[in-house]
């Protein structure tokens, strides 16, 4: 099982739900021959045994919004080779990181009775705001076969193949009938990385942009246009500082629309 | 003076983030901790100030493994405060979703967290390499669940589908209908689970638990139900924290779920199986007379055969579901936004899932309650360990260092969930 001279992967987690790493664990067909390719040498929730370090892939879930992760991502980035940020919460700071917006004592005190039991950093980020990541991995949660092929690409040496485009590509081509068009309702589809297949536009609802906002985005345009086609007041706002409101360009936008009218 | 110091920094095979601590003097505990340093998340401050339609996807959030108990939950709060009634047709969608999660979240239990203890391995990957058929049929057991809730929901972490009043649409019947071979496989797979799961060598404890679970008379209890208890009366939903507290124990970190007497009490699979085990259905009951089990069953380890026997049940009502399913009219209930408080809950895997939400009449979340069965369990879990010490006495450090580990293991604590209400006190692990 554990060859010597095959790669070390390490899977980590900070603060986050596991449905990131539950995703490699969901490779139900793969995940034997992944076992046979790589040395799993580090995964918690699926493995008591830990081997020590160095390792030659770190794949972190979750972003980091405690003093003690703070450290521990840097002691990370120093045993693995190459790093990959996996899920919106490592990307971006995910849904830990609308505390951003606000007060992060003023929610732990609506939360907790004794909050000054908690400890807790008031920003959540994400792993690139603390060290140097190789390669990010977005999604809430992420296409459980991008992780594969992130894995196979390190492999083979090569770049992995992920889409460049946006969610309203994907929608397209699976014929789904345009939301915003057709239903007139607000959709964050044009603004948001591919790789979820465009499953809200084809489930009827807009895309509440869990992939983080795509490259070429024109929130500029997008969100005044979608304000006008709110179905209850606030929704642009509410879509853009979300599960990846954190990322800049949302951060912008909504910043830039305001809550309300 | 026999003393003696069990530590686990980081719990392996749980969801989330724990360590387990227990010190022992002369066959007595002197301090048994479960440390939970999973950070908090504040997903009840989130929620202040959202649109209620968004509720189900961000508390899906809170779990990873279970998102469709946090989604059918928090609907059905939500709906209770609109005054909302759901057609029949979407409550049985929604419990054919519940049977994908039960399908996928107990297969990775059972075979993937907890049977490596019972097998002496440490974790599936050292299973599969001596045994790969059977780790072969469990992750195909698992992968059904998952292609269930991808043909309801889109995808099985964080399901898009669902919402309050309903569904966005209705899926389409091709691809749930396709997937009946596959049930029908998992139903004869699920039954040898049991017959398997029987001949495991189960560490010895039988503790007199109080056992709380919903409670339906013609179906077993996942989707809702009444709040059923094996010590006292039975209260509807709306009154659950009525009865069932949160209280501050001076040792813990933790605040614990307590009864109103003060009672510690157990949620899920064997407080399900031991309430409910009359409302199973027929092949599962079937499953549970072969088993010939002596109810109530008060291992805790042997919940793995109580997860064992709700898979059978799971895929037999999956079975039936997708059979029945023939959607038509609307998908979703209109909603009438007003002032007002409405409370839900739902058995998730690892037992009941309660939520109260308070919106005002332009739809936004006033205040959220949300009690997630590991926060119920925590102190079942440290009570369970106390009862254990006896037994760790005699054993070396490595054996009761894993005896221990089993048994929090067993109870498929899910952490993630459990510290965002937990109200913890998150101390390091030194």
Known sequence: MSGTNKPKVAVYKFSSCDGCQLSLLNLEDELLDLAEAVDIAYFLEARRAVKPGPYDIGIVEGSVTTEEEEKRIVEIRHECKFLIALGTCATAGGIQALRNFTSAPRLAEIVYPHPEYLHYLDKATPISAHVRVDLEIWGCPVNKYMVLEAISAFLQNRKPNFPGYPVCVECKRRGAVCVVVAKGIPCLGPATQAGCGALCPASGRGCYGCFGPWAHANLTSLAPALREIEQYPGETFRLLRNFAGYAPAFRKAADLLGPER | ?430
């Open chain 2, 1 to 430: 003076m026999m003393s003696k110091l069990i530590e686990v920094p980081a719990l392996a095979r749980v969801e989330g983030e724990g360590g387990l601590y227990i010190r022992f003097k002369n066959g007595q505990a002197e301090e048994i901790r479960l440390k939970i340093y999973e950070p908090p998340r504040f997903f009840e401050g989130f929620l202040q100030g959202r649109f209620l339609q968004e509720v189900p996807d961000i508390t899906a959030r809170i779990c990873g493994i279970c998102p469709v108990a946090y989604q059918m939950s928090s609907v059905q709060a939500l709906e209770a405060a609109l005054g909302v009634t759901i057609s029949e047709q979407v409550r049985l969608l929604r419990r054919l979703m519940y049977c994908g999660e039960y399908i996928e979240s107990h297969a990775l239990h059972i075979y993937l967290l907890q049977a490596p203890d019972l097998l002496g391995k440490e974790s599936v990957l050292e299973l599969a390499a001596v045994a790969p058929d059977v780790v072969k049929n469990a992750l195909r057991l698992k992968k059904i669940g998952n292609d269930l809730l991808k043909a309801i929901g889109g995808r099985s972490v964080h399901p898009v589908n669902a919402c309050v009043g309903g569904f966005y649409r209705w899926p389409d019947v091709g691809p749930i209908r396709a997937l009946l071979p596959d049930l029908e496989w998992g139903l004869e797979a699920s039954l040898e689970t049991v017959r398997w799961a029987l001949t495991l060598p189960y560490p010895e404890l039988e503790l007199d638990y109080e056992f709380v679970a919903l409670h339906r008379p013609d179906e077993y209890a996942i989707y809702d139900g009444e709040v059923w208890s094996s010590k006292r009366a039975p209260v509807p939903v709306e009154e659950f924290d009525r009865v069932y507290l949160e209280e501050h124990v001076p040792h813990s970190n933790a605040l614990h779920g307590r009864t109103i007497d003060g009672n510690v009490y157990l949620v899920g699979p064997l407080a399900r199986l031991n309430l409910n085990h009359e409302q199973l259905s027929p092949i599962a009951q079937k499953a549970l007379r072969e088993a010939d089990l002596k109810l109530p069953l008060r291992n805790p380890y042997k919940s793995l055969i109580a997860r064992a026997i709700e898979l059978v049940e799971a895929y037999e009502t999956a079975i039936e579901l997708v059979k029945q399913y023939h959607p038509s009219g609307k998908s979703q209930a209109p909603l009438t936004l007003k002032t007002s408080v409405g409370a839900g809950a739902s058995e998730a895997p690892r037992g009941l899932l309660f939520h109260r939400y308070a919106v005002n009449d332009q739809g936004m979340v006033l205040r959220a309650r949300i009690v997630p069965p590991t926060a119920q369990n925590l102190p079942r879990i440290e009570a369970d360990l106390a009862a254990l010490v006896p037994q760790l006495v005699s054993m070396s450090n490595e054996e009761a260092t894993l005896t221990a580990e089993h048994l929090v293991r067993s109870y498929d604590p899910c952490i993630s969930c459990a510290t965002h209400f937990l109200r913890v006190q998150i101390e390091e692990v030194k």
